[in-house]
């Protein structure tokens, strides 16, 4: 029996913000304070989200509440380049990157903001509300529904920065622009990140969101990204999470699309001790499409929960996702796949499968679809399959005498493909699927100093060269 | 002598499927082994390249002197044995390049040998894949994923002529193959048959011997061999069907 936990988080968060209130909103637009207040109200009022919610049912923070906090850090001064603090693992893909330490946007000569010739606009929060306080203020907390959860509160009261980027109408943006976050501190950092993305009308945007720990210090991250995607718009989103195993993050992504719009969510989860994935896309406008895909690799008694939202509100819009996760040791995980279908959404095309292995007895995963359609001209698919790797399989490959273990990683390796190949930025994808490989390996940085197994790290393994495409 | 079975006894879930099945196979000697449906060709095939689930209850599989009974299928393939499988299976995901290559270099692996170089592994490859007149879009594909039977066919015997085993089991690689395919395979087979390899050629079909000219052919009847002789009995099955070695043999 998990022993009963106190929820203390809750009540420090309150009191932090009182505590802190004129420092926490000093330079806040109006509107921006108004939202604020909202959210204390709101967190006042209503508990952290806890697993007697439905929807957390599978997912228990409660070890978390319970445990002491540094809310408040200061942003360290840049004295040292990203490349001296984190190596990225990311390699031969070529990006603007832009990174976060400790919850605070981290750049040289303190440059908060910048604008590039095209008009791209990419910096901190913070600084994008005193430099373009119309465009925030249109967007700012419009993507986020009513109703949401007091972790979603607690980030709009203590968010202090994050990343803002705008892509002013019809600019393809040619390079991917890459976020890096990172937590360096040795205490328990409980970091609040608010982002805003912004894709004018006919504008084209890649944008990379890398979660990475760069010590084993424990910490908490509370993200909420919100992502409006304007007429015609094409985003292709990727999120690469590789945090050790002692830190927990709830990652909520908000997308509102509108007509013909296109985006593509690639959420690959490496590493982590509790990662939960909120990603809710809103079709508002006809012909749009959404691709969303994720791959989990969880071991030891690490816990991933993928909860995503479709909204299809409007007619003649599609949607497509597929997850894909492999579960070892005591991991658990849970999908949760919700596809709403309105009344007037005809011709509704709205495709979900959930793929699971599991490598051990003791691995467990709950996957649910839900689907709500009020629509009658709808497609709807849905499946779900919880297995063991396919002996048939594994005893061709051992006939041609590739050994238990690598012929195990070559299958995992395979099971992982069907979702990386929707990255269609070759480099990108050639590079998240090495990680993959690192990551099956037991190489992979953070957890290459770990005692317990993830794989065997030295056996070799030729598949470094993709000969498939000579 | 290459293979040397044994009084070999194997079951499958405790059901007894081969019951005291004897065979020797020199190097450079082919043996076709025939037989009605069910009899256990298939399982002998998985009992020699080590199957799990295929228990060996008593009686012995000795392979180059060395008894295989208790060796991972890995090993086994490594130490030369090759199967081409009756129904290759689809590994969606893993491309035929990749898949092959680990399998070639886990193999020199075995010996003590480097991996091989990327030149000489894709030479090889032009090679043996214009040997079984294999299409190179289908090595850019997964292992054998929406491949025809036919094409699944000569995907075994070119991973064969690529791994070059010394003892390569045949599971009815002649079905479903038209008739220059099975040309094809037969001349893939040919080229690897010498003085150092042995065969053994599973088929319902008299005219896959046509191709591959057998030393020994054998029948096969409920778990064990129950007629051996030369190609001339491959004539004889074809023509008079197996009533009457079974009518033989239930007395
Ligand atoms: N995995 C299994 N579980 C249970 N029974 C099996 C299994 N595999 C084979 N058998 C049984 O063993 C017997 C021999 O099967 P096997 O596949 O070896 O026959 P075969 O001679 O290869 O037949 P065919 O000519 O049709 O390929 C059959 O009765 C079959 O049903
Ligand atoms: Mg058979």
Redesign the pocket.
């Not at chain 1, 998990?2 to 806040?28: A, C, F, W």
């Not at chain 1, 890096?180 to 993305?197: A, C, D, P, Q, Y």
């Not at chain 2, 015997?157 to 085993?165: G, H, R, S």
């Given at each position: 029996m998990p022993k009963k936990t106190e929820n203390i988080l809750q009540e420090n968060l309150l009191e932090y913000y009182r505590d802190n209130k004129s420092v926490l909103s000093s330079g806040l637009l109006d509107s921006v304070k108004n939202i604020k207040e909202k959210a204390f109200s709101f967190l006042t009022n209503s508990k952290l989200p806890g697993n007697k919610d439905e929807k957390w049912r599978n997912t228990d923070l409660g070890s978390i509440y319970s445990q002491k906090f540094t809310l408040g850090c200061q942003a360290e001064k840049y004295d040292k380049s990203i490349d001296e603090i984190f190596v990225c693992e990311v390699h031969g893909f070529e990006s603007l990157k832009f990174s976060m330490l400790n919850g605070w946007f981290y750049s040289p000569g303190n440059k908060k903001i910048k604008i590039f010739e095209n008009g791209l606009v990419v910096g901190s929060m913070m600084e994008a509300q005193k430099q373009f306080p119309e465009i925030f203020e249109k967007y700012f907390n419009s993507v986020i529904e009513e109703n949401q959860h007091g972790l979603i509160a607690a980030n709009t009261l203590l968010a202090n920065d994050g990343l803002f980027v705008y892509v002013p109408d019809n600019l393809i943006v040619d390079d991917s622009i890459q976020l890096i976050k990172m937590l360096n501190r040795e205490e328990n950092l409980f970091v609040n990140s608010r982002n805003l993305i912004i894709l004018g009308k006919n504008s084209k945007l890649s944008f990379l969101h890398c979660d990475d720990s760069i010590n084993h210090s424990p910490g908490f991250l509370n993200t909420v990204t919100e992502i409006v995607v304007c007429e015609n718009a094409h985003l292709h989103l990727n999120k690469l999470q590789n945090l050790n195993d002692s830190t927990s993050m709830v990652n909520s992504t908000f997308i509102n699309q509108y007509g013909s719009s296109n985006i593509t969510v690639n959420v690959i989860t490496y590493n982590g001790g509790l990662i939960r994935n909120e990603l809710n896309v809103n079709m508002l406008g006809q012909g749009s499409h959404a691709d969303l895909n994720g791959i989990y690799l969880m071991d030891k008694s690490q816990h991933i929960d993928n909860q995503v939202f479709v909204n299809h509100a409007v007619p003649n819009c599609s949607s497509s996702e597929l997850f894909k996760g492999v579960l070892d040791n005591r991991s658990s995980g849970v999908f949760n796949g919700y596809i709403f279908v309105g009344r007037d959404a005809q011709n509704t095309s709205a495709f979900q499968q959930n793929n699971n292995i599991l490598m051990s007895s003791d691995a467990k995963i709950d996957t649910q679809p839900f689907l709500e359609i009020y629509a009658d001209d709808v497609k709807c698919s849905h499946g779900a399959t919880v297995g063991q790797l396919d002996t048939e399989a594994l005893f061709y490959m051992k006939q041609r005498g590739i050994g238990d273990s690598d012929a195990r990683l070559l299958l995992m390796f395979a099971f992982t493909a069907e979702v990386t190949s929707k990255i269609n930025i070759e480099a990108l994808r050639l590079s998240i699927e090495d990680m993959i490989k690192k990551r099956l390996r037991g190489e992979l940085s953070i957890c290459d100093k770990c005692v317990l197994h993830c794989s065997v790290p030295d056996m070799p393994l030729e598949f470094d060269i993709d000969l498939s495409k000579i | 002598m290459l293979l040397n079975i044994k009084d070999l006894h194997v079951s499958?879930?405790g059901?007894e499927?081969l019951k005291g099945f004897n065979l020797g196979v020199n190097k450079g000697e082919v043996h076709a082994i025939m037989?009605?449906?069910?009899?256990?060709?298939?399982?002998?095939a998985?009992a020699i390249t080590g199957r799990e689930?295929y228990d060996i209850t008593s009686g012995g599989i000795e392979y180059k002197g060395k008894i295989i009974n208790d060796l991972e299928a890995d090993e086994r393939a490594n130490m030369g044995i090759f199967l081409s499988f009756?129904y290759p299976v689809e590994i969606p995901g893993v491309s035929m390049t990749n898949f092959i290559r680990t399998a070639v270099n886990a193999q020199r692996e075995y010996k003590g040998l480097k991996p091989m170089p990327a030149s000489e592994f894709l030479k090889k490859m032009e090679e043996k894949k214009n040997l079984v007149e294999i299409h190179s879009k289908l090595t850019k594909r997964s292992v054998n994923e929406g491949f025809s039977g036919g094409e699944k066919k000569k995907n075994e015997i070119f991973q064969m002529a690529m791994l070059e085993p010394s003892l390569a089991i045949l599971?009815?690689t002649d079905s479903g193959l038209d008739i220059d395919a099975l040309k094809v395979v037969a001349k893939g087979v040919n080229s690897l048959r010498s003085e150092e390899n042995g065969f053994v050629v599973?088929t319902?079909y008299q005219r896959l011997l046509d191709y591959i000219v057998p030393d020994f052919v054998h029948v096969?009847y409920d778990g064990r061999i129950v007629k051996s002789g030369g190609k001339g009995l491959a004539l004889e099955l074809e023509e008079k069907g197996y009533d009457w070695i079974k009518e033989q043999f239930d007395n």
């Amino acid at each position: 029996m998990p022993k009963k936990t106190e929820n203390i988080l809750q009540e420090n968060l309150l009191e932090y913000y009182r505590d802190n209130k004129s420092v926490l909103s000093s330079g806040l637009l109006d509107s921006v304070k108004n939202i604020k207040e909202k959210a204390f109200s709101f967190l006042t009022n209503s508990k952290l989200p806890g697993n007697k919610d439905e929807k957390w049912r599978n997912t228990d923070l409660g070890s978390i509440y319970s445990q002491k906090f540094t809310l408040g850090c200061q942003a360290e001064k840049y004295d040292k380049s990203i490349d001296e603090i984190f190596v990225c693992e990311v390699h031969g893909f070529e990006s603007l990157k832009f990174s976060m330490l400790n919850g605070w946007f981290y750049s040289p000569g303190n440059k908060k903001i910048k604008i590039f010739e095209n008009g791209l606009v990419v910096g901190s929060m913070m600084e994008a509300q005193k430099q373009f306080p119309e465009i925030f203020e249109k967007y700012f907390n419009s993507v986020i529904e009513e109703n949401q959860h007091g972790l979603i509160a607690a980030n709009t009261l203590l968010a202090n920065d994050g990343l803002f980027v705008y892509v002013p109408d019809n600019l393809i943006v040619d390079d991917s622009i890459q976020l890096i976050k990172m937590l360096n501190r040795e205490e328990n950092l409980f970091v609040n990140s608010r982002n805003l993305i912004i894709l004018g009308k006919n504008s084209k945007l890649s944008f990379l969101h890398c979660d990475d720990s760069i010590n084993h210090s424990p910490g908490f991250l509370n993200t909420v990204t919100e992502i409006v995607v304007c007429e015609n718009a094409h985003l292709h989103l990727n999120k690469l999470q590789n945090l050790n195993d002692s830190t927990s993050m709830v990652n909520s992504t908000f997308i509102n699309q509108y007509g013909s719009s296109n985006i593509t969510v690639n959420v690959i989860t490496y590493n982590g001790g509790l990662i939960r994935n909120e990603l809710n896309v809103n079709m508002l406008g006809q012909g749009s499409h959404a691709d969303l895909n994720g791959i989990y690799l969880m071991d030891k008694s690490q816990h991933i929960d993928n909860q995503v939202f479709v909204n299809h509100a409007v007619p003649n819009c599609s949607s497509s996702e597929l997850f894909k996760g492999v579960l070892d040791n005591r991991s658990s995980g849970v999908f949760n796949g919700y596809i709403f279908v309105g009344r007037d959404a005809q011709n509704t095309s709205a495709f979900q499968q959930n793929n699971n292995i599991l490598m051990s007895s003791d691995a467990k995963i709950d996957t649910q679809p839900f689907l709500e359609i009020y629509a009658d001209d709808v497609k709807c698919s849905h499946g779900a399959t919880v297995g063991q790797l396919d002996t048939e399989a594994l005893f061709y490959m051992k006939q041609r005498g590739i050994g238990d273990s690598d012929a195990r990683l070559l299958l995992m390796f395979a099971f992982t493909a069907e979702v990386t190949s929707k990255i269609n930025i070759e480099a990108l994808r050639l590079s998240i699927e090495d990680m993959i490989k690192k990551r099956l390996r037991g190489e992979l940085s953070i957890c290459d100093k770990c005692v317990l197994h993830c794989s065997v790290p030295d056996m070799p393994l030729e598949f470094d060269i993709d000969l498939s495409k000579i | 002598m290459l293979l040397n079975i044994k009084d070999l006894h194997v079951s499958i879930k405790g059901k007894e499927i081969l019951k005291g099945f004897n065979l020797g196979v020199n190097k450079g000697e082919v043996h076709a082994i025939m037989g009605p449906n069910g009899t256990g060709k298939s399982t002998l095939a998985a009992a020699i390249t080590g199957r799990e689930g295929y228990d060996i209850t008593s009686g012995g599989i000795e392979y180059k002197g060395k008894i295989i009974n208790d060796l991972e299928a890995d090993e086994r393939a490594n130490m030369g044995i090759f199967l081409s499988f009756q129904y290759p299976v689809e590994i969606p995901g893993v491309s035929m390049t990749n898949f092959i290559r680990t399998a070639v270099n886990a193999q020199r692996e075995y010996k003590g040998l480097k991996p091989m170089p990327a030149s000489e592994f894709l030479k090889k490859m032009e090679e043996k894949k214009n040997l079984v007149e294999i299409h190179s879009k289908l090595t850019k594909r997964s292992v054998n994923e929406g491949f025809s039977g036919g094409e699944k066919k000569k995907n075994e015997i070119f991973q064969m002529a690529m791994l070059e085993p010394s003892l390569a089991i045949l599971d009815e690689t002649d079905s479903g193959l038209d008739i220059d395919a099975l040309k094809v395979v037969a001349k893939g087979v040919n080229s690897l048959r010498s003085e150092e390899n042995g065969f053994v050629v599973i088929t319902h079909y008299q005219r896959l011997l046509d191709y591959i000219v057998p030393d020994f052919v054998h029948v096969m009847y409920d778990g064990r061999i129950v007629k051996s002789g030369g190609k001339g009995l491959a004539l004889e099955l074809e023509e008079k069907g197996y009533d009457w070695i079974k009518e033989q043999f239930d007395n």
